[in-house]
Structure formats: structure tokens, C-alpha cells
């Protein structure tokens, strides 16, 4: 990436580049193997400012702007995607709040997880019949008195097991007509009473990021922990993922690059027919073809921050942002598995991993299908 970068971008993309070589990296196979949550590396990433990089000074954050986070996560996403997982979702919490929350919420919450005292954010807005369509949720939140009391299932829930801030979207009105209207946003702390924290998941890729169902059964949460208005929900998560898109995209950037490294290492050591593999035409072009699409999928990133950084309409962008660069990841590292022949389906070379982290990336925060509707209905509007 050799674009002109002002001096906080580059300094918090060094920074997150030493930590991830130093620290993330050489933990990211044992993370894999023994699906370990990093906490202990959550905690220096909040000291290192990496949990609120896109958050104000005065909140605790880095306030270091969109475009530093999204460089942030490509370095931490090349050297260990589950580790990226944490942090994007802290992240995205933190702005969140930070955005829509009362200064009494903001002062409370977004501190806490921009230094990594709540050691990580979650966000439960998905649930066991309803992902994409999320405004089908169905999770209930009733006022009494100075409370809302919750009650329903959540699934997949990053970091859900470990959160010491969580943001769940709840329905306070019938789903009636327009069931988007009917849905609100709560800041839950910790493990309350009424919360359980159900088995997680075994997944195929992403093994050291923990993803777990959540239950609500009368779970009290303060009536002051409304974030927003109530009905604002909807509009809350969107907000939300928006922004997450990008972080998802430089996800998907981070383990493309790690991919094309290996590929390239490897074809430099390894000969076939007396020759070295990156000898080959047939696997030069493949890698030519991996790190022009990662060129692409860069620039369409830094692109939708930079429009995010400038307070600009980004819709589109993130989600094309997303789109390219999670569906470029994927054939990255299929690739990087062919170029490593067989080596590239054990788990001595990081490449086996490289894919099965990749593949969740044209799924979560909307999937590739989704993208494509935000796209064609923003085009479609701005055509008038
Ligand atoms: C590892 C992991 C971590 C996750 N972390 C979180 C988290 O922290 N918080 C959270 O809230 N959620 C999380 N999710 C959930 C994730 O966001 C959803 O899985 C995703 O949004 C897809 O929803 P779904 O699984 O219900 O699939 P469905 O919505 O059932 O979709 C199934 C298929 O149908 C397609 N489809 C659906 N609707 C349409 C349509 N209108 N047109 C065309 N095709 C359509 C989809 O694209 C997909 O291919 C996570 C998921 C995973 C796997």
C-alpha cells in the first residue's frame, strides 16, 4: 500500500504492523489449533489504542479516523484474522456509542472499550431464524418501570462469551406493518442476571474468536441503557454495520496479503522439474492476478473510509468495499493453496488457515448477496 498517508495514519499503521508480527502472529496458529481467545492480547491492543481508533480523544479513543482503522485492521487481519475479529467488533461498539449514545453513555461505556477494560465489545443483533433479515427479530424488551426486561435468543454472537460491553437489538413494539420501526438498542454490561452464554460454536475457520448463542429469560437492564430512542433500533444497526463493512473488508484485505506472502516465500524455496515454483509462468501470473485483485480491494477500502472519514455518504462504497474484497479473499487463498501444492492443505503452512478464515467473510455482516442488493439499490437511487 503506497498511498500518501498524513503522519497519524502512518504511525497507527506501523504501530498496528510491529504488534501484529510481534505479538499477534506468532500466536495466531495455537489460537487456531485450540480455538483460544487472544484476551490477553485484547488487552494490550487497548493500550496500544487499537480498540477505538475511529473514536474521539476525549472518549479515550486514538481519535485517529476511518481511514487509520481500516490500515489497522489489514495489519492485524494478516497476522491473525480471529484476533481481527475482536477488535473490529470493539471497535464498531465503541463508535457506535460514541455516535448515538447519551453523554452519560458515552462518558460510561465507549472509554471502557477503547482502553480494553471491558476487555472486548459484542454485538447481538442476529438470531437463530433470522440473520439477514434482521428486522424479523424477535427477541422482546418490556419496560417496568426504571427497567426493560429481555427475553429471547441471540446466535453467533462474536466475543459474546467474553464481553464486558454488549449491544442488543430487541423488539419494544408488535412487528405490525413496518417491523423495522418496532426495534430498539440496548447497552448490556457484563453477565447480568437472566443472560446465559450458551456452548460456542465449532467452526470451520476463525477457531480463537469465541461466537456463542446468548438466552434472555427477564434479563433486567437499566431503562437509562436504551441507546437511542426507543424504535431507533433499526436504524442503529445499519448505522453499525455500515461502518463495519470496512472493517470486514480490510478483514478479508489482511488475510489476502497473508496469503500472497506465503505464496510468494514458498514459491521461492520450493523447486519442481529442476526449477523454482516462482519460476513457473503458470503460478507468476496467479500471483500477478492475487496482488492486483488485492490492489483493487485496497483502494475500494481506503476509498469508502476516506468517505466515512469526511463525513460523506458511504453506503455503496462499504458495501462494494465488502463485496470485492471478502469474494477476492476467498480466491486468494484457494489459489495460495494450489500454489503450495500439498503442503497447502496441512497445517504446517498457514495457508490452510488462511482459507478457512476467509470463507466467513462473504457471510457475516451481510452477506455477499446482501451487498449486491445495497449496491444495486443505491445505484438504482442515485440514477433517480
Ligand atoms: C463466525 C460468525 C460470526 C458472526 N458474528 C456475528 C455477531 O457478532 N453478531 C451478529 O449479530 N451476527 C453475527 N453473525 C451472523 C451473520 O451476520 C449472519 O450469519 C449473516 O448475516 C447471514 O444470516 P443467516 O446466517 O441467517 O443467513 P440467511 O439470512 O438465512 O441467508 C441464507 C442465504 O440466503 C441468502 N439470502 C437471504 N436473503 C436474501 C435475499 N433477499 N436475496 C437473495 N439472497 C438472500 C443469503 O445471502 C445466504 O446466502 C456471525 C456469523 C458467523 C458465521
Known sequence: MDLELNETQKLVRETARSFAREKVAPRAKLHDREERFPAEIYRQMGELGLLGVNVPPQLGGAGAGAVSYALAMMEISTACAST???????????????????????????????????????????????????????????????????????????????????????????????????ISCFIVEGNPPGLTVGKPEDKMGLRGSNTVPLTFEGCEVPAENLLGKEGDGFRLALLALQGGRIGIASQACGVARAALEASVAYSKQR??????????????????????????????????????????????????????????????????????????????????????????????????????????????????
Not at 114 to 141: I, M
Open 84 to 182: 481481527a475479529v475482536g477488535m473490529a467488533v470493539t471497535n464498531m461498539c465503541a463508535e457506535l456509542i460514541a455516535e448515538a449514545g447519551t453523554e452519560a453513555q458515552r462518558k460510561k461505556y465507549v472509554p471502557r472499550l477503547a482502553s480494553g477494560e471491558a476487555l472486548v465489545g459484542a454485538f447481538a443483533l442476529s438470531e437463530p431464524h433470522c440473520g439477514s433479515d434482521a428486522a424479523a427479530l424477535r427477541t422482546r424488551a418490556r419496560r417496568v418501570g426504571d427497567r426493560y426486561v429481555l427475553d429471547g435468543s441471540k446466535q453467533w454472537v462474536s466475543s459474546g462469551a467474553f464481553a464486558g460491553v454488549m449491544v442488543v437489538w430487541a423488539r419494544t413494539a408488535p412487528a405490525g406493518d413496518s417491523p423495522r420501526r418496532g
Open 271 to 384: 523447486t519442481a522439474f529442476g526449477q523454482r515454483l516462482a519460476d513457473f509462468q503458470a503460478l507468476r501470473f496467479c500471483m500477478a492476478n492475487i496482488a492486483t485483485e488485492l490492489g483493487a480491494a485496497e483502494l475500494l477500502t481506503l476509498r469508502a473510509a476516506w468517505l466515512k472519514e469526511a463525513g460523506q455518504r458511504f453506503v455503496r462504497e462499504a458495501s462494494m468495499a465488502k463485496l470485492f474484497a471478502s469474494e477476492m479473499a476467498q480466491r486468494a487463498c484457494d489459489k495460495a493453496v494450489q500454489i503450495h501444492g500439498g503442503y497447502g492443505y496441512i497445517d504446517e503452512f498457514p495457508v490452510e488457515r488462511y482459507l478457512r478464515d476467509a470463507r466467513v467473510q462473504t457471510i457475516y455482516e451481510g452477506t455477499s448477496e446482501i451487498q449486491r442488493m445495497v449496491i444495486a439499490r443505491e445505484i438504482l437511487k442515485a440514477a433517480g
